[in-house]
């Protein structure tokens, strides 16, 4: 491929989870940035300008695929949503070629939402996963996606038999390894639809194949009672860390519900809470106390949680973040290190390090944003400017492997 240069003012990490902005230029060449140049942004570049902004593309920790076509499904608790809405509408996932046709729209939403890579569920359907993962992965998409395990609790035709779904996620897992651009992850979907030995052997199913793990945890009072009840009073991470589920490369959904304890078993097995502020407040499941988990030392991420969360774009579930956090009186992110979070903190806390920041070597997975506001003229900070005043539609073009594959208007 043709080298080009995108110009602009580029986002990079300045300092420890913190992003700035820098102007210069990205040079790419076969897929990669080969070289960043920084100080002067050339006037001679193919893309990007003095007003613009290079990013990498943005990452969502969490969200469900198969959910697309049901946001906005409001007024129910997730019990009651999950049972009345969600499993019906993956039912639908019983067709695999529904699920490609699904997964193909999903991706070009978010592409023109400016993400780029993220974790997903997909259903308990084998082959419906496998359609999404081949979909996702002829995109160039860098993603994690995990066939979702489920054998109690859910409507009959979304259980599957523990050694039925042991089966299917080994053989997924030897498919899409985890080098691979399109990786499987381990989806128990969470305790209270999993039985126990279900549960070990998703576990033992991780750390045979090094796989990413992805469930739920402690979203709402209900589900952690139900779980109490289910487990004969275990908590709800100690039914996970049971069940070998907690280590370094396991992504748990919400954590709003969790106390001291939880939180050193957490920061004790290096496990990442992906939080999910939209979805939260949707469901009316409770605000994450996130200051909480950052001074436990507990690894955070940032999820859409799509859909039950009905944000597609990171900035805006960034910016959830940060107006939950005022919310409830939590010391607050700054929008440096809110955009840190929706691209190389994400990127870390899926351990990928091929996406996430402008980087030689990187994938150019990058977004060239075109803001119509005068976010440089001074006196406010800039990225907070363009997070809270974020427009989908500044997204000139969003860049995967140095391939335009979304361009506005
Ligand atoms: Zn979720």
Known sequence: MNKRII???????????????????????????????????PASADAGGLQALICPGFIDAHLHLPQFDIVGAHGLPLLDWLSGVTFPAEQRWDDPAFAAGMTRCAARRLLA???VSFASYATVHHEATKAAMQCVEALGMKAAVGQVLMNRNAIPELCRSTSQLLQEAASLADAFPPESRVEFAVTPRFAVTCTEDLLIGAGALAAEKGALIQTHLAETVPECQKVDELFGGVSYVNVYRNANLL??????????HLDTHDLMLLHEANSVVAHCPVANSFLGSGAMNRSGLQRHGVRLALGSDIGAGYEISMVRVARAMIET???????????????????????????????????VG???????????????????????????????RWISQTLIRGHCCFRQG
Do not use: Y
């Open 7 to 41: 110009a602009g003012q580029l986002l990079q990490e300045i300092a420890t989870g913190v992003c700035g902005l820098v102007p210069g230029a990205v040079v790419i060449q076969d897929e990669r940035i080969t070289d960043i140049i920084e100080g002067e942004i």
């Open 113 to 115: 939402s400016g993400t």
């Open 247 to 256: 280590s370094g490369k396991s992504v748990l959904g919400h954590g709003v």
């Open 325 to 359: 956090a005022a919310a409830t009186g939590d010391a607050f992110p700054s929008a440096a290190e809110a955009w840190h979070l929706i691209t190389a903190g994400n990127a870390d806390a899926l351990g990928w390090s091929e996406v996430g920041r402008l980087r």
């Open 362 to 392: 990187a994938s150019a997975d990058l977004l060239v944003v075109q803001p119509d506001i005068p976010w440089l003229s001074g006196g406010i900070d800039p990225l907070a400017m363009l997070m809270f005043g974020w427009n989908d």
